[in-house]
């Protein structure tokens, strides 16, 4: 069983939309991050978050930490194609190695 | 941000060799770095933590014998696949932590593609 869960696994939207792809897991987590994978490339961190219920910003993208830290969700506001791409959420629980979750697959259309 | 850098980017073997690939810290020293492993269309695989200078630990149903792992230095480890079979063919990706930065702080290479024929 994966110890984190991400939803949806593929989202196909419009240029323009908003989206919401979430993370779950019923461990609690130190730190969890956010990243973005493009095709043949490796994962480009995103965000980090430490706090339960933190709120953390990058552009048009918010991230948000459940208030338990076990859960997460990613939000993108007006999604442009250059937004295509694998988003991972990874999460590590104190003094151990991240683990990943299975991902989602986002593509945007012009 | 910081810089890892993997060679080679891509390679095709015959079944039965072995390939090595690098994965180097450009800018940072880097006292744990982390082995993955994607298959298309999948997450990232943990493979094994190599800490500089010591034996790397393997995740559960990754052999040892076959994925050679050595952290020689804090800027470089390198991952040799022995006897490689066509279904080691993977996306193999390199991350290191940025000891300095702090422990959750690690950066990712970007990547080496394996088909093995």
């Known amino acids: 069983t994966q110890l984190l869960e991400q939803s949806p696994q593929f989202l196909s939207i419009q240029e323009g939309e908003n989206l919401t792809v979430y993370c779950n897991s019923s461990?609690?987590?130190?730190?969890l991050q956010w990243y973005r994978q493009e095709p043949g490339e490796g994962p480009v961190l995103l965000v980090t978050?430490?706090?339960?219920?933190e709120v953390k910003k990058l552009k048009r993208l918010t991230f948000q930490f459940g208030d338990a830290r076990k859960d997460s969700s990613l939000h993108i506001t007006a999604a442009q194609p250059g937004d295509t791409g694998l988003y991972l959420c990874?999460?590590?629980?104190?003094?151990?190695?991240?683990?990943f979750g299975p991902g989602t697959r986002l593509s945007v259309l012009p | 941000g910081a810089v890892v850098s993997q060679h080679p980017s891509w390679v095709i073997c015959k079944s039965g060799t072995s390939v090595k690939i690098e994965c180097r810290s450009l800018?940072?020293?880097?006292?744990?770095m982390f082995w993955y492993r994607q298959f298309p269309k999948q997450s990232l695989m943990l493979m094994a933590t190599?800490?500089?200078?010591?034996?790397?630990?393997?995740e559960q149903g990754v052999e040892k014998d076959k994925f050679l792992i050595n952290h020689a230095s804090l800027t470089l480890s390198t991952l040799t696949v022995t006897s490689a079979h066509p279904e080691d063919s993977s996306f193999y990706i390199c991350?290191?932590?940025?000891?300095?930065?702090?422990?959750?702080?690690?950066?990712f290479g970007p990547g080496t593609r394996l088909t093995v024929l």
């Open positions: 991350s290191a932590r940025d000891g300095v930065a702090g422990a959750d702080t690690q950066y």
């Open positions: 800018d940072f020293q880097a006292t744990t």
């Open positions: 978050v430490v706090t339960g219920g």
């Open positions: 461990s609690v987590f130190s730190s």
């Open positions: 990874a999460g590590a629980r104190y003094g151990q190695n991240f683990v």
């Open positions: 190599s800490n500089e200078g010591s034996k790397a630990t393997y």
